[in-house]
């Protein structure tokens, strides 16, 4: 039997993975992310922890293939970290680093990019190898994978779809410091404002309140047959939809692969993405699927040890 | 010295070229595209002509690696073509059917796409594996190198840029049926339309006539200084930059390479472009060269030869 690790790097904390080679999670545990001293003891914590696991399960370091580690800053094609704010990182070669700290063959790449990786080995992209993953938190991520391989983009951003530009009328700034980027409409964030401009106005009947105005409260209300909630779904469908069938216009996926917070809304939520997505996309890339992502966290554990193969 | 062919097939002619497997084009030759019974003897054309070539040439068959072709209509990564109006073509093998035809290697790619990789190999994309090259023609067509291979899409629909939808107030439709692609601005006809919506309301001098609004009018007054022409210009960069800052924040390319018919007004052409990519793209992505494309008409045999390896 042959092992791999996977490692999802976050800013608080990070998710470790062992697995078979073929992909069977068997244990995964965090540890604390250690951001002091710019964070120059991320990797090494993360190699003293695989190494305790190796010890403990008594395995055979070289039946470990290696570490693969997702994260959360943009990483080009050769892995290179092009800086992560989150860690305190600056610019260098993590893969590099990784492999000498574990004694193990190591491969990095971006957080989104890897949990595309994961859904298409093991959750909602299974049976496809050209998709597109997009995550729906409080930003807008994404993650784009062409015949099975990471696109990567020239430097490390790739699939950095929540800054299309896709409104010249946005007065107000994205965090990227852009206007009009999808993730301003489209992200958890964009929902609740626009669920609070169109409460603002509402005269009739709703099961909304001021005091909640999230993703999970607007597609509840959705599901309850509630108008307002209706139609703040509608106008997040229909920008989403029109930022997919963009993207479908570039790289012509199989399938988008929706996750994040604001899925777990489920099925209804495609219900309000296709119409727009048919509306907006060239008929020659309307064959893209719609589906569910259905790996949640565990996305870039699975993703990174995908990595390896 | 080892040997490929390169074929570029158009609707009313196929263009040939004999290359050394170094890329350098020896001989390049045109034969007529046959459109009678639905295209059905293109293929035999061709690869008559290549029997030809190989026998005039004296050289043993054994010595030439391949023929590549680059066709009208969109082809998946199994070199399956998804019909050619243009040729009459419906959905077949092209690959299969042209290797059996001429008893040699055979690949088969979208000409646009094609066009990308001759320019990647040995045009104005020279040095760079992930780019977008731009063709500004009657329509605005595409092509993706991702790592030095062409993204097909999964319905030979990848780097359909012309597509992507730019104006939700667009009233006419565009040639595929949709409102507001970028085409409809970006392409030699769009620079036209938008010249002639200006030109209509201009009360000021102007170099440019009624008779003779074409995109080489328009840059030709443009470096004579003309106003209306700089404000035409501008309008069309604008929109074109914006379509690239889009198109960036997917795959995040080194390069955009652009050709095309209006890529003819040179370097004048990049300064319009330039800014209204900068004012869009998101950071990250912005490290994207804009260079023009120098193949011209030889970029798809180029690129078709380059399929071989």
């Given at each position: 039997?042959?092992?791999?690790?996977?490692?999802?790097i976050g800013g608080?904390?990070v998710?470790?993975?062992?697995?078979?080679?073929?992909?069977?999670l068997?244990e995964?545990w965090?540890?604390p992310?250690?951001?002091?001293d710019?964070?120059?003891n991320?990797?090494s914590?993360?190699a003293a922890?695989?190494?305790?696991?190796?010890?403990?399960?008594?395995?055979?370091?070289?039946?470990?293939i290696?570490?693969g580690?997702g994260?959360?800053?943009?990483?080009d094609?050769n892995g290179?970290?092009?800086?992560?704010?989150n860690?305190?990182?600056?610019?260098?070669n993590a893969?590099e680093?990784?492999s000498?700290?574990t004694?193990?063959?190591?491969?990095?790449?971006?957080?989104?990019?890897v949990a595309?990786l994961g859904e298409?080995?093991?959750?909602g992209g299974?049976?496809?190898k050209?998709?597109v993953?997009?995550?729906?938190?409080?930003?807008?991520g994404g993650?784009i994978?062409?015949d099975?391989?990471i696109?990567?983009?020239?430097?490390g951003?790739?699939?950095?779809?929540?800054?299309?530009?896709i409104?010249?009328?946005?007065q107000a700034a994205c965090?990227c410091?852009?206007?009009?980027?999808?993730?301003?409409?489209?992200s958890?964030?964009?929902?609740?404002r626009t669920?609070?401009?169109l409460?603002?106005d509402?005269?009739e009947?709703?099961?909304l309140?001021a005091?909640?105005?999230s993703a999970k409260?607007?597609f509840?209300?959705?599901?309850?047959?509630?108008?307002?909630?209706k139609e703040?779904?509608?106008?997040?469908g229909?920008t989403?939809g029109?930022?997919?069938?963009?993207?479908?216009?570039?790289v012509n996926p199989e399938a988008f692969?929706?996750?994040?917070?604001?899925s777990?809304?489920g099925?209804?939520l495609?219900?309000?993405?296709t119409?727009?997505?048919e509306k907006?996309?060239?008929?020659g890339t309307?064959n893209?699927?719609?589906v569910l992502?259905?790996?949640?966290?565990?996305?870039?554990?699975y993703?990174?040890a995908?990595?390896?193969?």
């Open positions: 039997m042959k092992y791999v690790f996977g490692v999802d608080t904390t998710k470790m993975g062992f697995l078979t080679s073929e992909g069977e068997l995964k965090e540890i992310t250690d951001r002091s710019n964070g120059a991320i990797l914590d993360v922890s695989i190494d305790s696991k190796i010890t403990e399960k008594g395995i055979d370091k070289a039946d470990v290696g570490v580690a994260v959360p800053g943009p990483v094609s290179i970290i092009h800086s992560a704010a860690l305190g990182w600056g610019v260098f893969s680093e990784f000498r700290l004694g193990l063959k190591a491969m990095v790449g971006n957080d989104a990019n595309a298409m080995w093991k959750g299974v049976g496809y050209d998709i993953m997009v995550t729906l938190g409080t930003g807008v993650g994978i062409i099975g391989k696109v990567n983009g020239s430097a951003a790739g699939g950095e779809i929540g800054h299309i530009h409104n010249d009328d946005e965090g410091g852009g206007h009009g980027c999808l993730e301003q409409y489209a958890a964030t964009g929902l609740s669920a609070k401009e409460f603002a509402w005269k009947a709703t099961v309140t005091d909640d105005l409260a607007v509840d209300g959705v599901k309850a047959g509630d108008k307002l909630c703040i779904a509608a106008k997040f229909d989403l029109k930022g997919l069938a963009i993207i479908a216009a570039v692969v929706i996750g994040g917070g604001v777990k809304a099925s209804i495609l219900d309000y993405i119409p727009s997505f907006y996309s060239f008929h309307r893209a699927k719609m992502a259905t790996l949640g966290n565990d996305a870039g554990i993703g990174a995908k990595l390896l193969f």
